[in-house]
């Protein structure tokens, strides 16, 4: 394998973006050697949506969130993961037995 260039030392932050704008980070990383970080104290991407729900339905879920103490909103995202996961390990299933 080809020795990798050292990377400069960059006065501002301006000169750094500059010159990876220009430079190939092959010449200067091993990204075989690279690792996935770990980031515990990152929090997820939100995004807000627009959803209509049956005023019976919404009642519904605010009763029902009121008996857990949490917010409807929380509780709805606690349903939709729910869901998610069983549909997600229900078509797991399905392609381990095919």
């Given at each position: 394998m080809k020795a990798k260039k050292k990377i400069p030392k960059f006065v501002t932050d301006d000169a750094e973006r500059?010159?990876?704008a220009r430079a190939d980070a092959t010449e200067f990383i091993d990204w075989s050697q690279a690792r996935t970080p770990a980031m515990p104290q990152l929090k997820p991407t939100l995004k807000t949506i627009s959803l209509r729900l049956p005023e019976p339905?919404?009642?519904?879920?605010?009763?029902l969130a009121?008996?857990?103490?949490?917010?409807?909103?929380s509780l709805l995202k606690m349903f939709l993961a729910e869901r998610?996961?069983?549909?997600?390990r229900k078509a797991s299933a399905?392609?381990?037995r095919a």
């Open positions: 500059e010159f990876w339905m919404l009642r519904e879920l605010k009763l009121n008996k857990r103490d949490v917010p409807y909103q998610i996961e069983h549909e997600l399905r392609k381990k």
